[in-house]
């Protein structure tokens, strides 16, 4: 990434659109508007567009720098159209002409040049990451209330971090290990989930691997799909084959490698997302300090208990938490 890049703020950057686009003055300071562009990517690839009520500025940039980028004119322009009207949606605006004239000229000229059957879109653009899948852009119904939810493409893991996979990590990087390998050596097999890992270690490896955590709702929609499931393979219950789960309270509870339920895979193929482990997420837990949301049950769970084991399902940790049931994934923008 360019030291310009690394410079931008969301303040910056909406100062300069509002002074060139809207009151037509110089602008405080000068922006690469295609750094800007990747900058909104990257922003609304981890915070829902349909929930910011100033995501007009991403609009108004791409419906200019349509003008003057002929190779992705129509890609911005069906793009602009998709942002203004999630812009009227949360606020209810419809009477303001600086979005107003922008949308019905976007709406002209896509259906007069035919855009939106001949665009290509950035997810299909996007290239192939070994290990991950794409999650394309859109809304889908998030948490137990199903509220609709946009999301910026971005891409996931398609498993959860192996211990093979944490343990190259601390080859590299000379990190500490987990005390849980040396207590408990069954939690150190190559093809488990890793385990005993801190919010901080995950993010650390995250950071290593130039992936991110995911936010509870990037987790949620690649585990539940856009029809919104319950769980990741449809609306039907928990059974042994689809996911790693105590099945009584008798039963025997192991956790088991990451590929061994492909039946439970998500609309989009995402592996082990519910039993297994719970994973680390981006998002805090508001109502307890210091602590974050964690996604997907476990391997100690019942079915009795199916909101436990349901992809709509939410549990807090504590950030410096290490046990034999939080793991992780990583995320990663599609714009990096």
Not at 177 to 189: G, H
Not at 212 to 233: C, D, F, I, M
Not at 294 to 300: A, I, R
């Amino acid at each position: 990434m360019s030291a310009l890049m690394t410079d931008l703020t969301r303040e910056k950057i909406n100062e300069y659109i509002w002074a060139k686009y809207i009151d037509n003055t110089k602008p405080p300071t000068e922006i690469d508007e295609e750094q800007a562009l990747h900058f909104f990517e990257r922003f609304y690839g981890k915070h829902p567009l349909n929930q910011d009520e100033e995501c007009f500025y991403y609009g108004i940039l791409l419906y200019e720098r349509s003008f003057s980028d002929e190779a992705n004119r129509a890609r911005y322009l069906v793009k602009a159209k998709e942002v203004f009207e999630c812009y009227r949606n949360i606020t209810g605006e419809t009477e303001w002409d600086v979005v107003e004239d922008r949308l019905a000229d976007v709406l002209d000229i896509i259906e007069s040049e035919n855009l939106l059957e001949s665009v290509q879109t950035a997810a299909d653009l996007a290239p192939e990451i070994p290990g991950m899948v794409l999650i394309p852009s859109g809304p889908f119904p998030f948490g137990t209330e199903g509220e609709e939810t946009f999301l910026e493409p971005y891409y996931i893991d398609i498993y959860p971090v192996t211990n093979k996979e944490y343990r190259r990590f601390i080859e590299e990087t000379d990190y500490r290990r987990p005390r849980i390998w040396d207590k408990r050596p069954e939690f150190a097999e190559d093809d488990l989930p890793v385990t005993g890992v801190s919010w901080m270690d995950a993010l650390q490896y995250c950071k290593w691997a130039g992936k991110s955590l995911p936010t509870a709702a990037q987790w949620e929609k690649a585990a539940r799909g856009p029809q919104g499931h319950l769980y990741p393979w449809g609306d039907e219950p928990p059974t042994p084959e689809k996911a790693n789960y105590r099945v009584d309270q008798y039963g025997e509870a192991r956790l088991r490698p990451v590929d061994a339920f492909p039946d439970g895979a998500s609309p989009y193929g995402v592996q082990d997302m519910v039993g297994g482990v719970w994973e680390w997420t981006n998002t805090p837990y508001e109502e307890e300090e210091s602590s974050q949301i964690v996604k997907g049950g476990s391997y100690v769970d019942l079915p009795q208990y199916p909101p436990l084991l349901s992809a709509t399902a939410n549990l807090w940790a504590n950030k410096k938490e290490k046990n034999d049931v939080i793991g992780f994934r990583c995320t990663r923008p599609l714009d990096q």
